[in-house]
Nanobody, 127 residues
Framework: QVQLVESGGGVVQAGDSLRLSCAPS???????????MAWFRQAPGKDREFIAA????????EYADSVKGRFTISRDYTKNAVFLRLGSLKSEDTAVYYC?????????????????WGQGTQVTVSS
């Protein structure tokens, strides 16, 4: 079972920035057939929400309107990792953030379209 591992979450103040990281445990994204990666988040009592996605091959990205201009997704071949930079954080950004990957190269927003998931990392923004 392929497992993605997220890191970088924590407790920050409103207006702060944070960078989350994601990598497959013991393997590479190419090795698991990962061609598109994404970040989702889930706040208590809410559905899992798409945030951003990136195509591994060429770095093409897609964002949810709610985070456009504040969050940046990127990938690094040499580090075998995907990152999500969270900027200008607000209290409503508080959630568990999940990394996901899919074998298809198409960038999609539905969580059920992703093949691999991490356990999540908590981000708490205090106002």
């Amino acid at each position: 079972q392929v497992q993605l591992v997220e890191s970088g979450g924590g407790v920050v103040q409103a207006g702060d920035s944070l960078r989350l990281s994601c990598a497959p445990s013991g393997r590479t994204f190419s090795g698991i057939g990962g061609n598109a990666m994404a970040w989702f988040r889930q706040a208590p009592g809410k559905d899992r929400e798409f945030i951003a996605a990136v195509r591994w091959r060429d770095g093409t990205t897609e964002y949810a309107d709610s985070v456009k201009g504040r969050f940046t997704i990127s990938r690094d071949y040499t580090k075998n990792a995907v990152f999500l930079r969270l900027g200008s954080l607000k209290s409503e950004d508080t959630a568990v953030y999940y990394c996901a990957a899919r074998r298809s190269t198409f960038l999609v927003t539905a969580p059920q379209e992703y093949d691999y998931w991490g356990q999540g990392t908590q981000v708490t923004v205090s106002s």
